[in-house]
């Protein structure tokens, strides 16, 4: 077992330990003491790196490595950025079966909050770096390392202030690898690794209905809250039609070859359900989908309010853009202001090229058995940001798991846990990738 292999469930256990929960708002514990233990990790084997703070505890660690800071590929202007986030979901201690910031070993699993989401990754970029570090197999591509605060509020305290303030750091590098991809699932007894090539935009909005204000007990046909239930009551029974991207058409062609039948809109669906429980979330991009939840009116029982509020959770799909908006308006109707407070774009990478054939060759070589398709995430991460500098941006975080294992659950869930030897297989993996990069 190499130094990696060891290295990466331990480090995977101290991050969790580290409490970095978001709440999306300003309490919190902030991401700084992950970041300063980031920090001191890949001090320990002779990486500088710094600490960027966009607010007090808000950090973000990066870390150049391999040609750059070796000099021995001074100037190249094709660097590889590594990214991973270091906060992470609130997790309710009650609910769980062990405390979600211990890091528990049980059955062969690393459990808590972060273990899939994504503090195993930033395990196994640690781990590997490390050791590659210490024994002298450094990249001759420059390495851009970069750990991030707030990803799982949409990025704005960590991803988008390096974008923003820093594009220096990152202006040389013209791909990127990060989450969520390169995990195990398996159809028809065949085990099949699904690399993420394209990610959903995500409409965070809040739609906002006014009126008159009056008794309760009195004829009132300016209700904002009747016209607001309209409005969310539309927007959430609406059925979006199944729209298949080409990496969904990709990833259905793969499928369809597995279950012995062509891929079409109409059969989407069905052979989606081949994923088992991980087509909760690949059946969410085959459409749209527009979910409210959160509403707020009224302050007693017998006043009609001035005005209604309700938040909806939109995910589009890249190349439908124009068509999600119209749409939405048109279920609004009339009197419902919209205001967004994310609008990210969805983006789509072609499936193609030398890292691709990287990550393949990688999982293959570990997984002889193995197949590898793109896939459609359906949820955000920080790729949106970092695609905005021209990047090629792919989801890799390699986890071969067990069949019975229902992995998409755990995302945000309760007993998030990550089998110890789906690290170990990581670390091999990303080792291997590493070098032919």
């Known amino acids: 077992m190499t130094s990696a292999e060891t290295e990466v469930v331990d480090l995977c256990r101290d991050l969790i330990r580290i409490d970095t929960s978001n709440y999306g708002n300003d309490p919190g514990p902030g991401e700084r003491k992950a970041a300063e233990y980031v920090a001191a990790q890949l001090d320990e084997v002779g990486i500088s790196s710094e600490i960027y ?3 007090h505890g ?16 001074a100037g190249r202007q094709d660097g590889l950025l590594l990214h991973g986030h270091l906060d992470v979901v609130p997790a309710a201690a009650e609910d769980w079966q062990v405390d979600p910031f211990s890091g528990e070993i049980e059955g062969g699993y690393v459990w808590g909050r972060g273990a899939v989401d994504m503090k195993d990754f930033d395990a196994m970029l640690l781990a590997v770096v490390r050791d590659r570090q210490r024994t002298g197999r450094i990249p001759e591509r420059p390495i851009t390392l970069a750990f991030t605060a707030d990803e799982e509020a949409g990025g704005m305290k960590g991803a988008h202030v390096l974008v923003e303030d820093h594009p220096d750091l990152l202006a040389h590098c013209t791909e990127a690898v990060g989450e969520v991809g390169g995990f195990s699932t398996t159809v028809k007894g065949r085990r099949l690794y699904l690399i ?47 729209q298949l991207t080409p990496t969904m058409q990709t990833l259905l062609a793969a499928v369809g070859e597995i279950a012995g039948e062509e891929p079409t809109p109409e059969n989407a669906e069905r052979l989606v359900e081949e994923f088992g429980p991980a087509a909760r979330m690949i059946g969410a991009t085959l459409r749209n989908v527009t979910n409210p939840t959160m509403t707020s009116a009224g ?73 590898v398709a793109p896939y459609l995430m359906s949820a955000g991460t920080d790729a949106k940001h970092f695609k905005r500098l021209g990047m090629r941006t792919y989801g890799f975080a390699p986890l071969r798991l067990p069949e019975e294992l229902d992995f998409t659950a755990l995302f945000h869930g309760v007993d998030e846990r990550v089998p110890v030897d789906a690290l170990q297989f990581g670390a091999r993996v990303m080792d291997r990738f590493l070098d032919q990069v």
């Open 196 to 242: 993420e090539a394209a990610e959903k935009g995500m409409a965070w909005m809040k739609l906002t209905a006014r009126g008159t204000a009056g008794h309760g007990s009195m004829i009132n046909r300016d209700n904002p809250i009747t016209r607001l239930s309209g409005a969310i009551a539309r927007i959430g029974a609406h059925e979006w039609p199944v």
């Open 299 to 371: 302050y007693k029982v017998n006043v009609i309010p001035t005005s209604a509020e309700a938040h909806v959770d939109g995910r589009f799909l890249p190349g439908y853009e124009d068509d999600f908006f119209e749409t939405l308006r048109k279920l609004c109707g009339e009197g419902i202001d919209i205001e967004f407070e994310q609008n990210q774009m969805p983006w789509e990478t072609p499936y193609d090229g030398a890292l691709v054939a990287a990550m393949e060759r990688s999982l293959v070589a570990e997984d002889p058995d193995a197949l």
């Open 53 to 55: 703070e966009s607010e």
């Open 58 to 73: 808000r950090a973000s660690v990066v870390a150049q490595w391999g040609g750059v800071s070796t000099g021995s590929t």
